[in-house]
């Protein structure tokens, strides 16, 4: 059975600082999704990696694909308030299904 | 990126009866959609995947015959909660897949009383 460890599952901090989520597994994936969920409503894709190694950056936010693509981070820089929501990664295997790491709930206090 | 939508947004139906969710990609056609249900506060379990014109796979714990599933189109895939009880009640979301990418509906509220 393939995992996909996200941690932390709960981040509490101040507007402004900074913060890494991982998503970690010992399954090699041919890409890897992130998405944030406001509640009550479906999970919009943020980024896809693809490439090991691979870094996308969305303003204040960057993506890091692992170099073996079996892991893989978000960092946010100077953190706000808008940026609180729950936060998901998805691995996608050989085949068509998304392993999902189990979300960090962010929580940015102003 | 790709919209899915999903309908109804919110529904709420007494214990016994069957409730029909909608899921469609508006402007890509998806020959794999799929339906999750979400606790509160934890991630997507997946349900079942539905091809266009064949039967859904299910996970495993689901009932195919509870929850049935019907891929029509390349942008249409209905799920259908029979013979509701109030622990299928939860948030039900689909998802259309394009290329690497799923596109996820805003989710379905169920309420069954």
């Known amino acids: 059975t393939q995992l996909l460890e996200q941690s932390p599952q709960f981040l509490s901090i101040q507007e402004g600082e900074n913060l890494t989520v991982y998503c970690n597994s010992s399954s090699v994936f041919s890409s890897l999704q992130w998405y944030r969920q406001e509640p009550g409503e479906g999970p919009v894709l943020l980024v896809t990696v693809v490439t090991g190694g691979e870094v996308k950056k969305l303003k204040r936010l960057t993506f890091q694909f692992g170099d073996a693509r079996k892991d893989s981070s978000l960092h946010i820089t100077a953190a706000q308030p808008g940026d609180t929501g729950l936060y998901l990664c998805?691995?996608?295997?050989?085949?068509?299904?998304?392993?999902w790491g189990a979300g960090t709930k962010l929580i940015i206090k102003p | 990126g790709a919209v899915v939508s999903q309908h109804p947004s919110r529904v709420i139906c007494k214990s016994g009866t069957s409730v029909k969710i909608e899921c469609r990609s508006l402007d890509f056609q998806a020959t794999t959609m799929f339906w999750y249900r979400q606790f509160p506060k934890q991630s997507l379990m997946l349900m079942a995947t539905?091809?266009?014109?064949?039967?859904?796979?299910?996970e495993q714990g689901v009932e195919k015959d509870k929850f049935l599933i019907n891929h029509a189109s390349l942008t249409l895939s209905t799920l259908t909660v029979t013979s509701a009880h109030p622990e299928d009640s939860s948030f039900y979301i689909c998802?259309?897949?394009?290329?690497?990418?799923?596109?996820f509906g805003p989710g379905t509220r169920l309420t069954v009383t």
């Open positions: 998805a691995g996608a295997p050989s085949n068509y299904q998304l392993i």
């Open positions: 998802s259309a897949k394009t290329g690497y990418e799923q596109y």
């Open positions: 539905s091809n266009e014109g064949s039967k859904a796979t299910y």
